[in-house]
């Protein structure tokens, strides 16, 4: 061995991985190993869990993400995302939540609000309404 298999840094920037079917171990991988992603998306894929942002070794300084039509994701995912935020001093700039339904509006609404983001859609969103809204004016 040369050592070069430790030292490979993934140069990713983006990726898009919507409609696939991988599991919170293969994505968790990809955020603990591509250290420069700004974006991703991961868009209506169903094996996902609320385990996949937990793992504390992700450091992806993700500045774009895309989480539209996944329902499996619950409000543990926001929380996660939240201490992320947190601990890696990085702040999205933008998020898709289209379709999460599962998230709720109290939730939500203190994501959005500790967050600094600059584009923010919610289409097919359920669970929000007209006060959701107006707390955001």
Request: with cysteine.
């Given at each position: 061995s040369n050592g070069l298999e430790n030292s490979?840094?993934?140069p990713l920037l983006e990726l898009n991985?919507?409609?696939s079917i991988l599991n919170d171990r293969v994505l968790s991988s990809i955020l603990i190993n591509?250290?420069?992603l700004k974006k991703l998306?991961?868009?209506?894929?169903?094996?996902?869990?609320?385990r996949l942002f937990m793992n504390n070794e992700?450091?992806?300084?993700?500045?774009?993400?895309?989480?539209?039509?996944i329902e499996t994701f619950t409000d543990l995912t926001l929380d996660s995302l939240m201490l992320k935020q947190l601990i890696l001093s990085t702040t999205l700039k933008s998020?898709?939540?289209?379709?999460?339904?599962n998230f709720s509006q109290a939730k939500l609404n203190i994501f959005l609000k500790q967050s600094n983001l600059r584009y923010i859609?919610?289409?097919?969103?359920t669970s929000i309404d007209d006060s959701f809204i107006e707390s955001f004016i």
């Open positions: 490979f840094m993934c991985l919507e409609n591509c250290k420069f998306n991961i868009r209506n894929c169903k094996n996902l869990s609320d992700i450091s992806s300084p993700l500045e774009e993400l895309n989480l539209s039509l998020i898709y939540l289209n379709g999460c339904n859609e919610m289409r097919n969103l």
